[in-house]
């Protein structure tokens, strides 16, 4: 089945340790994106990308940072510069529009982050 | 600039009831709008979508939405709703025409629905 897999579930950081989220797609979808999800926050968006070996910025992008090295893989690497990052990540994606059809997103089943 | 408004950050509705949860958007120009569910500890799951065409969408679960282009609203509704309908509800739009894919989002709306 097609979908998207985010790994690991629960993910577990010391203070001043990068950590690396993954997320992978068999969807042949084009653009993938990275969201955090704080409660009573919705979904920010942190980073994107609609092509491989090209991504931009989202609203909370410091103290992240990605690679989109092929189109199955987006993964997300959370630095010691992000101050407080326990928090439940999502990934994203979809695919190229054509004509007047447009698509929403399929999501992963999220990365809960915590810093110990 | 875009937004979406979800006015309501709790909805209780018992079982069997009506319910509706509320979505307002601003956009420049013709919008594409969705909706997802949330579980606990889970991704978010595509519930419908209003492109083009009919005002009134059905989707998954026996949910529909309007969609109220003077209103600039798409509100989720479900004759009657189920315990299990309780969960996070998040309305999203985007333009129908451009690049940008990206998706705005509303904060969400937190559905409880008492047996």
């Known amino acids: 089945d097609g979908g998207i897999t985010q790994s690991p579930k629960y993910l577990f950081r010391k203070e001043g340790q990068n950590v690396t989220l993954s997320c992978e797609q068999n969807l042949n979808h084009d653009a993938m994106y990275w969201y955090r999800q704080d409660p009573g926050q919705g979904l920010r968006l942190i980073y994107y990308s609609q092509i491989v070996n090209d991504f931009q910025k989202g609203d909370i992008a410091e103290g992240y940072s990605v690679s989109r090295e092929k189109k199955e893989s987006f993964p997300l690497t959370v630095t010691s510069a992000q101050k407080n990052p326990t928090a439940f990540y999502l990934c994203?994606?979809?695919?190229?529009?054509?004509?007047?059809?447009?698509?929403?997103?399929?999501f992963g089943s999220g990365t809960r982050l915590t810093v110990v | 600039a875009q937004s979406v408004a979800q006015p309501e950050d709790q909805v209780n509705v018992a079982e069997g009831n009506p319910l509706t949860v509320k979505c307002t958007y601003s956009?420049?120009?013709?919008?594409?709008l969705f909706w997802y569910v949330q579980y606990p500890n889970r991704g978010l799951q595509f519930l419908l979508k209003y492109i083009t065409g009919d005002n009134l969408v059905k989707g998954s679960y026996g949910f529909e939405a309007e969609f109220n282009k003077s209103q600039t609203s798409f509100h989720l509704k479900k004759p009657s709703a189920l315990v299990s309908d309780s969960a996070l509800y998040f309305c999203?739009?985007?333009?129908?025409?451009?690049?940008?894919?990206?998706?705005?989002w509303g904060l969400g709306t937190s559905l409880a629905v008492n047996p």
């Open positions: 999203a739009v985007r333009l129908s025409a451009g690049n940008n894919r990206k998706l705005i």
């Open positions: 956009v420049s120009g013709n919008p594409y």
């Open positions: 994203a994606s979809s695919p190229r529009d054509r004509g007047s059809s447009s698509y929403g997103y399929t």
